[in-house]
């Protein structure tokens, strides 16, 4: 006699089993189906999701631009390269990280090791994983700063740690007019009161995603004082550090003080040379911290791919001669000008980010339709996801929402605003500006 009875589902682990539908699997299709312009991710070529696109619909929708020449042709010289195809060693290629020490030693104002200092990782993103990996124990506690890059609390809570959040506030002008993204600010005495005996961690990003902040030193010292009245591990999200605009300037923590024997600082050649598909990122930190965060990266992934990081160690030794960073400055800031000009335009208040490539813009002013058809997945999340919902489907440009980006409690904060991607070519941008002009009628006055 066969058994026909169905065999009960295998479930998955409570560390994957809470997660949620994220923004990326409702926004990324969304572009794709209404054929707007994506202007919600940070990418610059083209959307893993939709990889499986011939090359002619991946350029029509998602047009944006390549490595620079000089690292394209140093990635075509080593896959020819018997060497640069084999095991790497789990620190990273030793080119890599010599260029590393080299490129970072005066940014750092100390003679980086590049044998005991530098670590190279499959993007910023593990290495934070393997960060997070090597000092959280089950119920550990890491303050979050809100809004933050959405990966932290996954990689957090898949380590047995907890997300504890600290939201920065923007200033209440910000509904009526253009703020800079230094406006927004962090509490210290409500970053104080988080802490607890199982706080091990704070989280910076700088500059910020999706705001565009800079902290300046005297934010960083405050920051970095109460680490260390804590004894607290800082981990420092820099992966934008090489874009930031006139008159910001780029202030590292691990320089502060004496906070380099406790900070971790993460950086990313994708985001440096418009890379971001070959996932090879760095940190640099003291030995007597990094060293666990090779533990743990060793097994988490080993290696990282060779033939990408010959290539990112012959753009990090050009780019020393080159004036590669100084000219992406200047196209990024044209982009910005680009963007935000519609936002004028408009009369949609915005703030003005000091780096990374994102705009927040406020839409308290926008009116869609009040009879408008939302699908069941937005009914329970903040407004903004409508408004985003509505701007692709009816404007046709792809923003993000950012309360995806803030605890459940804090998500009003953000439910006002969208966040724009700006890296992307001129003539996308000039795409988008004509197709948001379409938002005045919806427009109070």
Known sequence: MSNNLKKPVIGPSQKVAHFERDVWSIFTPLAVE????????????????????????VTKYLLSFNPPDFVQEAANQA????????????????????????????????????????????????GMFATFAAFLDEGDEVICMEPFFDQYISNITMNGGVPVYVPLRAPAKAATE????????????????????????????????????????????????????????????????????????????????????????????????????????????????????????????????????????????????????????????????????????????????????????NTTNVQFPNNYEFPDILESRAKDFKMCYWLAKEIGVVAIPPSEFYSKENRNLAEDFARFAFCKSDDVLEEAVAALRKLAPYIKK
């Open 34 to 57: 209404t054929k707007a312009i994506n202007l919600g991710q940070g990418f610059m070529k083209y959307d893993n999701s939709i990889c499986f696109l011939n090359t002619s619909t």
């Open 178 to 361: 253009n703020i800079s993204s230094h406006e927004w600010k962090l509490d210290i005495n409500e970053l104080r009161s988080k802490i607890t005996k199982k706080t091990r961690m704070i989280v910076i990003n700088t500059p910020h995603n999706p705001i565009g902040k800079v902290f300046d030193e005297e934010e960083l010292i405050a920051i970095g004082d109460v680490a260390e009245e804590h004894n607290l591990i800082i981990l420092s999200d820099e992966v934008y550090d090489r874009l930031y605009y006139e008159p910001a300037k780029q202030v590292r923590i691990a320089t502060l003080k004496n906070f380099w024997d406790r900070t971790i600082t993460v950086g990313s050649g994708g985001k440096s040379y418009a890379a971001t598909g070959w996932r090879v990122g760095w940190l640099i930190g003291p030995n007597e911290l990094i060293q666990y965060s090779l533990a743990a990266h060793t097994r988490v992934v080993f290696c990282v791919n060779s033939p990408c990081q010959e290539a990112l160690a012959i753009g990090l030794e050009k780019s020393q001669d080159l004036p590669y960073f100084q000219d992406q400055i200047k196209a990024y800031t044209k982009k910005r000008q680009i963007l935000s000009a519609v936002f004028d335009e408009l009369g949609l208040p915005y703030t003005v980010p000091d780096g990374s490539y994102f705009i927040l813009v």
């Open 79 to 126: 896959i020819h390269d018997v060497g640069s195809n084999q095991y790497s060693h789990p620190r990273g290629r030793p080119r890599l990280r010599q260029a590393l020490a080299k490129s970072y030693s005066p940014l750092f104002g100390r003679e980086l090791d590049p044998e005991s200092e530098v670590i190279v990782t499959a993007g910023a993103n593990e």
